[in-house]
């Protein structure tokens, strides 16, 4: 599920996007080296560090170290990277690197679901679809709850995942948001919860009776 972002914008950061990620690449390998030796995994961890703060202009590095076929270690790094850059940064990424992040986090979820994945993973995509959606949905992003039954509907553990990212976010804004989001836009969401909660309980019960017709 490479994430799929205009040629023209790729051209123009692909040196240094190739030199960053070997970087980062490299010091991974040293923070979990057994043999390296303690100015070493500092050094790399503080440039791992200094990597992360360049997520929002890098996403397609970061997306890439994600994929499928990746080290564990690496996959980690770079969907917690995201995931934080989002929560932290979501203001730094600029109209188009929003609109990239929308694409990006649904094309991760559709990608998981086919496979059997790491439960890392499972719960980074997740979440990722939730921290995009608390700060684009419902005004930039109208059309996610069809999306992501669209998504669900390929298989039940599609469904489980697309469930699961909604409920992260009716859990966000309700026992969680307060410290995070202005009540306004908390407010916003849960509107917006509502008036997808009848298409979300169909789409839930769906998904249920699909689950319990395969066992």
């Known amino acids: 599920f490479a994430l799929r ?26 923070v979990h080296a057994p043999a390296s030796r303690p100015e070493e995994r500092a050094a790399a961890t503080a440039l791992l560090e200094e990597a992360k703060a360049g997520v929002c202009g890098n996403l397609r590095g970061f997306a890439n170290l994600a994929g499928p076929g990746r080290a564990a270690v690496e996959r980690h790094f770079a969907l917690h990277a995201i995931v934080t850059a989002v ?34 993973v499972d719960a980074a995509a997740t979440r990722l679809v939730c921290e995009v959606a608390k700060r684009a949905w419902p005004q930039r992003w109208p059309d996610l709850s ?33 410290d995070e989001l202005p009540e306004r836009r908390r407010a916003e969401l849960w509107r917006g919860l509502e008036a997808e909660g009848p298409a979300l309980c169909a789409f839930a019960q769906q998904g249920a009776a699909h689950a319990l017709s395969e066992t």
């Open 5 to 30: 972002i205009p040629a023209r914008r790729v051209a123009t950061a692909a040196a240094g996007a190739r030199e960053g990620m070997d970087g980062v690449l490299e010091a991974l390998q040293v």
């Open 146 to 178: 069809g999306r992501l039954r669209a998504v669900g509907g390929a298989s039940p553990r599609h469904a489980a995942l697309a469930l699961t990212a909604v409920a992260t976010l009716a859990d966000d804004v309700r026992e969680y948001a307060a």
């Open 87 to 120: 929560r932290h940064h979501w203001a730094a990424f600029g109209d188009a690197g929003q609109d990239d992040l929308r694409a990006y986090s649904l094309q991760l979820l559709e990608g998981v679901g086919a496979r059997q994945e790491p439960s890392f």
